[in-house]
């Protein structure tokens, strides 16, 4: 094999290992950041070794074994407890390859290493923020400047996040371990949150001229599908990656060619990925098999009505109306308010859902929220009451820092007359 191939491989093995390796040697050494190091000590090791001696049979436990032998020398390096130092060194020069012995000597399984660097990195000791930026970085492998570019934030910010974040998790003395029992579900809603704030500014960006980042939908989706790996019966894993599917697959219909906005009522629907779709429905399916009643398997049963629908006279809004009833109950916030409010409006009318935004009535969460004033104005428009319509729809343009959602909803005034 060619040192140029040999490099590809080298890379790709090393970005489908990375998170296993920092939750393992994470465990070890009980530091982030150190983790992290030894992590791309062994990188740099198959650098130097694969391209002379080739890559080996089980090259995602050849950089295990790496990385661990380097954990083991800081941790002889830090003085820490000679016994289990003697005992994994002697295990590794026994191995053959050291593979099958290292696994025993440190360990359970590969998934519950990685299962508690995703509980760490979203802890919620750490700010909303730091989680995220954590997550991306050693769970996702994204790189300082990615995540920046991505958020649109200065990269010596994202850096220095990341760097609060690990010293908060020492501190702290928080363990590498799942929790159990009651400290699992939890800090489960921290993970799952997590995810889908990640999902989220990409599926539709705060701000910047882009509408979406798709990069961060899929790390979001490659995250949620290696929490439903690892995590099979649990409903709100298995609802939350549904969720994602589902949005997802309407991405490539949300913007037109310059980059507008295309609402979901005028998108066209052959060009939704319906691979997703189907994935999607399948992992639904199996969360409903297992409890129906969570938030995101609800919000994942939404997002299925737009799915199951070919086109626009097809969406059973009262079907989404009534979900929303049912949200409201287990996720009660303005925001779940004010999309139930849009549903009604669909499904009984505009009156309704005006009535029903009314209803809302002033709200901190929402006084500077420009969907608020985007959905009276829509009310507003089918009433038939332009000049309202319009006053709402320029004060929902004012109130986004997105420049394309500001420009949509422009020219949604502009239509007022």
């Given at each position: 094999?060619?040192?140029?191939?040999?490099?590809?491989?080298?890379?790709?093995?090393?970005?489908?290992?990375?998170?296993?390796?920092?939750?393992?040697?994470?465990?070890?050494?009980?530091?982030?950041?150190?983790?992290?190091?030894?992590?791309?000590?062994?990188?740099?090791?198959?650098?130097?070794e694969?391209?002379?001696?080739?890559?080996?049979?089980?090259?995602?436990?050849?950089?295990?074994?790496?990385?661990?032998?380097?954990?083991?020398?800081?941790?002889?390096?830090?003085?820490?407890?000679?016994?289990?130092?003697?005992?994994?060194?002697?295990?590794?020069d026994?191995?053959?390859?050291?593979?099958?012995?290292?696994?025993?000597?440190?360990?359970?399984?590969?998934?519950?290493?990685?299962?508690?660097?995703?509980f760490?990195?979203?802890?919620?000791?750490?700010?909303?923020?730091?989680?995220?930026?954590?997550?991306l970085?050693?769970?996702?492998?994204?790189?300082?400047?990615?995540?920046?570019?991505?958020?649109?934030?200065?990269?010596?910010?994202?850096?220095?996040?990341?760097?609060?974040?690990?010293?908060?998790?020492?501190?702290?003395g928080?363990?590498?371990?799942?929790?159990r029992?009651?400290?699992?579900?939890?800090?489960?809603?921290?993970?799952?949150?997590?995810?889908?704030?990640?999902?989220?500014?990409?599926?539709?960006?705060?701000?910047g001229?882009?509408?979406?980042?798709?990069?961060?939908?899929?790390?979001?989706?490659?995250?949620?599908?290696?929490?439903?790996?690892?995590?099979?019966?649990?409903?709100?894993?298995?609802?939350?990656?549904?969720?994602?599917?589902?949005?997802?697959?309407?991405?490539?219909?949300?913007?037109?060619?310059?980059?507008?906005?295309?609402?979901?009522?005028?998108?066209?629907?052959?060009?939704?990925?319906?691979?997703?779709?189907?994935?999607?429905?399948?992992?639904?399916?199996?969360?409903?098999?297992?409890?129906?009643?969570?938030?995101?398997?609800?919000?994942?049963a939404?997002?299925?009505?737009?799915?199951?629908?070919?086109?626009?006279?097809?969406?059973?809004?009262?079907?989404?109306?009534?979900?929303?009833?049912?949200l409201?109950?287990?996720?009660?916030?303005?925001?779940?308010?004010?999309?139930?409010?849009?549903?009604?409006?669909?499904?009984?009318g505009?009156?309704?859902?005006?009535?029903?935004?009314?209803?809302l009535?002033?709200?901190?969460?929402?006084?500077?929220?420009?969907?608020?004033?985007?959905?009276?104005?829509?009310?507003?428009?089918?009433?038939?009451?332009?000049?309202?319509?319009?006053?709402?729809f320029?004060?929902?343009?004012?109130?986004?820092?997105?420049?394309?959602?500001?420009?949509?909803?422009?020219?949604?005034?502009?239509?007022?007359?």
């Amino acid at each position: 094999m060619a040192v140029q191939e040999t490099r590809q491989v080298i890379e790709a093995v090393f970005r489908t290992e990375r998170a296993r390796l920092i939750g393992c040697l994470a465990r070890m050494v009980r530091d982030v950041g150190l983790a992290e190091e030894l992590a791309q000590d062994a990188l740099v090791a198959a650098l130097i070794e694969w391209p002379e001696a080739g890559v080996p049979a089980n090259p995602g436990a050849w950089l295990m074994t790496a990385a661990r032998r380097r954990g083991i020398d800081a941790m002889r390096h830090h003085a820490m407890r000679a016994r289990k130092h003697g005992e994994i060194a002697r295990d590794l020069d026994e191995a053959a390859d050291g593979t099958e012995a290292v696994d025993a000597a440190i360990d359970d399984d590969l998934g519950d290493e990685l299962l508690g660097l995703i509980f760490t990195a979203c802890h919620p000791v750490l700010s909303a923020d730091a989680r995220v930026a954590l997550t991306l970085r050693v769970v996702g492998g994204l790189s300082t400047d990615e995540i920046a570019r991505a958020y649109l934030i200065n990269e010596p910010t994202i850096a220095q996040r990341i760097v609060r974040a690990k010293k908060t998790i020492a501190k702290a003395g928080l363990g590498f371990a799942v929790p159990r029992g009651q400290a699992r579900a939890e800090r489960l809603i921290s993970v799952l949150e997590v995810i889908y704030l990640i999902f989220n500014e990409g599926y539709a960006a705060t701000a910047g001229d882009a509408l979406v980042r798709p990069a961060l939908c899929e790390e979001a989706q490659r995250l949620g599908r290696i929490l439903a790996g690892l995590m099979p019966d649990d409903a709100e894993v298995l609802g939350l990656l549904a969720l994602m599917e589902l949005q997802a697959s309407r991405l490539a219909a949300r913007t037109a060619a310059d980059g507008a906005l295309i609402p979901l009522a005028n998108q066209n629907r052959a060009r939704w990925d319906h691979v997703l779709i189907r994935r999607g429905l399948a992992v639904l399916a199996r969360a409903e098999a297992l409890d129906d009643s969570g938030p995101y398997v609800v919000q994942a049963a939404l997002a299925a009505c737009h799915a199951r629908a070919r086109t626009v006279a097809e969406t059973d809004w009262p079907r989404i109306a009534a979900l929303y009833d049912r949200l409201r109950l287990v996720l009660p916030s303005p925001v779940v308010d004010l999309n139930r409010a849009v549903a009604h409006g669909m499904a009984f009318g505009p009156e309704t859902g005006l009535r029903l935004l009314d209803e809302l009535g002033p709200s901190a969460a929402l006084r500077h929220y420009a969907p608020l004033p985007a959905a009276r104005g829509d009310c507003l428009f089918r009433c038939g009451r332009l000049a309202e319509a319009r006053a709402e729809f320029e004060a929902a343009a004012r109130l986004t820092r997105n420049t394309r959602e500001a420009a949509f909803l422009r020219a949604r005034a502009a239509q007022c007359g």
